[in-house]
């Protein structure tokens, strides 16, 4: 941290601190980074002397936090139009299906102190990595349907292709979104070295349980280096449970030492333990945890890699059409109150059948919930002009 006056301020400057009481500025938070002119304008007219910042020669991390600003900045202006070709829908489904048993089976294989198959999980990662580089969304989208029992494996592969995901976003390498993947998909393999009864206790744990549940990061850790992973590669399985406020475990590290892909691995494996159902609660709606999740940012979780995941669980602007998770379409109506829930209409059967259209509530809480799986290519699907009267009414108020 460096004291200095307010004139000497310059644009990519980390403000930590305000010398000035919270009361005495115009500005709602006293760290932030300076994206603009604008705001060493105000910082100057506010009649601050003087700013606590982060040494410039630390640099690289405020680079990095930079890259991610651009990429969301980019990315509310000009939303990236990829579709679900439904086409493609079955085989990745398929293809989702398979990856589940191939990570149960290495993960099983662990627990049964048989020898660990890496070079199964790179060609699984290799190939997940390449349809998210080719289509990104479509993974991910399968992923949210979440209609497989077992959830460690099914949490494993969540975590990678979501990660995969928002290392695409970011405009990583491909070389590095596989590391991303690998790491994700292995994240908690330390879990087959915990005994089935503490993993799958349906009731809170004891605090001895809970240190044994919490040993899962470094025996994982431990485990992969023996069998030749190098330490970039077991950056999102040792750092995921750390929190940016430094009281994760197991090396309590803090926000500005935990690698870009420790803070991706935090935030995809909190988001995907609280929306997927388990034996002993229901999962989350995702409107729900994306608000308990903000709250949780600087805190826990890093607030830009939160942002940028955000910006990619799927918020569709009215007149989108959508599949949903039950294989009707239907197209987005009002998105004001739960932008992630909105209220859509439905007008195609599962079967692809036309049907009279159905304004559909996606907040409304249902013993079986309908959720978008994503947006459908709009050019071969001929929507009657009556769901279109509906959608114009609906945003008239
Ligand atoms: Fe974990």
Known sequence: MKKIPV?????GDKVLKLDAGWLDTPFLKHNFVVKDQKTIDKLIKSGVEYVYIEKRNETEKIKENEIIEQVIEAKKENLPKEYLELKDLKPSFELYKKSVEIVKNVMEDVRAGKMFDSSAVKILADKIADITVANKSLLTNIAKLKTYDDYTFQHSLNVATFASSLGKLLNLPVSEIKVLVNSGILHDIGKMLVPKE???????LTDEEFAIMKNHVTAGYEYLKKSG?????????VEHHERADGSGYPRGLKDEDISIAGKIGAVVDIYDAITSDRVYHKGMYPSKAIKLM????????????????VSNVGIYPAGTIVLLSTNELAIVGDVSKKPLEPVVVIFKSHTGQDIAPITYDLSKPTVLKKKIVGPVNPENIKIPDEVYTIIEKMNEG
Do not use: Q, R, Y
């Open 7 to 11: 004139k000497d301020i310059k644009i």
């Open 198 to 204: 503490i993993l799958n206790k349906p009731a809170k």
């Open 229 to 237: 992973f190098t330490e970039d590669e077991l950056k999102i399985v």
């Open 294 to 309: 903000f709250s949780w940012t600087d805190k826990h979780i890093n607030k830009k890699v939160f942002e940028f995941f």
